[in-house]
């Protein structure tokens, strides 16, 4: 039997979040409209407040205001290998940034391989059920373009500024991916 899935919204600075939960942690942290919206949110769920994400809309409020949460909330979202890609993201320290190929290395020596390829690396990153939290956002390309996030490249900027990452080296790029 599925564990029944909760949701609320949250109001951002950046338009409202749709969060999503279980009884075991956050399964879904989506901006309204973005690319794979609600992907993972099941058709059968409650629009009710739970402790779970209580808990995320207390580590949001934290984020936008400008600071480093101190704790992550419950997650419970993804298959076993984009929990091992998500797990990597967790790792990058706030307000810094790592490429997809960076994170390509750390999973082939997690996983005690001689590779393993950027682009699967990256549709685990770009299928991010929980955003922010799982910080997707700061990966860029390893050429300093800003790309590939599917809450769009401008959440991506500002969620980056936000944290006072050092723009000077990245740019948009002129077509590509979640833009």
């Known amino acids: 039997m599925k564990n029944m899935v909760y949701t609320c919204i949250y109001k951002s600075k ?32 409650i629009s009710r407040e739970t402790p779970v994400l209580s808990e995320a809309k207390e580590w949001l409020d934290v984020y936008f205001s400008g600071k480093k949460p101190a704790f992550t909330p419950p997650l419970h979202a993804g298959s076993a290998f984009r929990q091992s890609v998500w797990q990597i993201l967790l790792q990058i320290p706030y307000g810094q940034t790592t490429t997809y190929g960076e994170i390509a290395r750390q999973l082939a020596a997690v996983k005690r391989t001689p590779g393993m390829s950027a682009q699967a690396a990256g549709g685990a990153v770009g299928h991010n059920a929980i955003s922010i939290i799982i910080p997707c956002h700061r990966v860029v390309g390893s050429n300093g373009s800003l790309t590939g996030y599917a809450g769009g490249i401008e959440k991506k900027v500002a969620l980056l500024k936000l944290e006072h990452t050092d723009m000077s080296h990245f740019f948009i790029p002129k077509k590509g991916t979640a833009l």
């Open 14 to 45: 950046l338009g409202e979040i749709l969060l999503a939960a279980d009884e075991i942690g956050l399964t879904g942290l989506w901006f309204t409209g973005q690319k794979y919206f609600a992907s993972t949110l099941p058709d059968e769920h």
